[in-house]
């Protein structure tokens, strides 16, 4: 079965600093892969997906399928990035399997 | 485009007792999805439909919870009976796309159950 693994539960940086949330899959096939965030007292929504390959809000993610890994970096975050961030993968069937997720909090 | 829709926000039942969410999907979107979030962990997958048709129930607990897709739109998710840990935040998403590549998904507020 499908996992997704986001080994933090917390992440604290400060405003200009660079920031690294971690995801890490575990899947036979090819995957689907998403970031999803949730900004406080919003509904959960799309960040960015690795077919695409853009950047949005600064953030870009790569798929690394050797090491299984769909990392989502920043180079100088915002106190707007603060939020919950969710990585998700799609299975070949559709199948949906999301992370724990990871609270960004960006300090001024 | 009017979003996913969900109903009641809010709701307070004790153990035993039933309860019903409704969720009305995108316009147009195939694919819907009913999860349930426990505080402090990710969205689980309780239900998968296509357009009618259930693609993934494995993680339906089916001795009380219970899902329909009424014409391959709306869909309600019943508990009955609830207990103390059904209380989660219950999430309906749909997406458009069908047959494997479903795409993302676009959620609704969510419906925060608290079983006392």
């Known amino acids: 079965a499908q996992r997704v693994t986001q080994p933090e539960k917390l992440l604290s940086v400060f405003k200009g600093a660079p920031v690294e949330l971690k995801c890490n899959y575990s899947?036979?096939?090819?995957?689907?892969l998403f970031w999803y965030v949730q900004y406080s007292r919003q509904r959960l929504q799309l960040l960015l997906r690795?077919?695409s390959r853009e950047s949005i809000k600064g953030f870009t993610a790569d798929l690394n399928k050797g090491e299984t890994s769909f990392h989502l970096k920043k180079p100088f975050a915002q106190e707007e990035d603060s939020a919950m961030y969710y990585c998700?993968?799609?299975?070949?069937?559709?199948?949906?399997?999301f992370g724990d997720g990871t609270t960004l909090t960006v300090k001024p | 485009e009017a979003g996913v829709a969900q109903s009641p926000r809010y709701k307070i039942i004790e153990k035993r007792q039933s309860v019903a969410f409704w969720c009305n999907p995108i316009?147009?979107?195939?694919?819907l999805y009913w999860y349930q979030q426990i505080l402090g962990q990710g969205p689980k997958l309780l239900i998968q439909?296509?357009?009618?048709?259930?693609?993934?129930d494995s993680q339906l607990p089916k001795d009380r919870f219970s899902a329909e897709r009424l014409k391959g739109v709306d869909s309600t998710l019943k508990i009955q009976p609830a207990k103390l840990e059904d209380s989660a935040v219950y999430l309906c998403?749909?997406?458009?796309?069908?047959?494997?590549?479903?795409?993302?998904?676009?959620f609704g507020p969510g419906t925060r159950l608290t079983v006392t």
């Open positions: 439909f296509q357009n009618n048709g259930v693609v993934d």
């Open positions: 316009s147009g979107h195939a694919t």
């Open positions: 690795h077919i």
């Open positions: 998403a749909s997406s458009l796309g069908t047959s494997g590549r479903v795409g993302e998904q676009y």
């Open positions: 899947y036979s096939g090819s995957p689907e």
């Open positions: 998700a993968l799609n299975t070949n069937a559709g199948k949906s399997t």
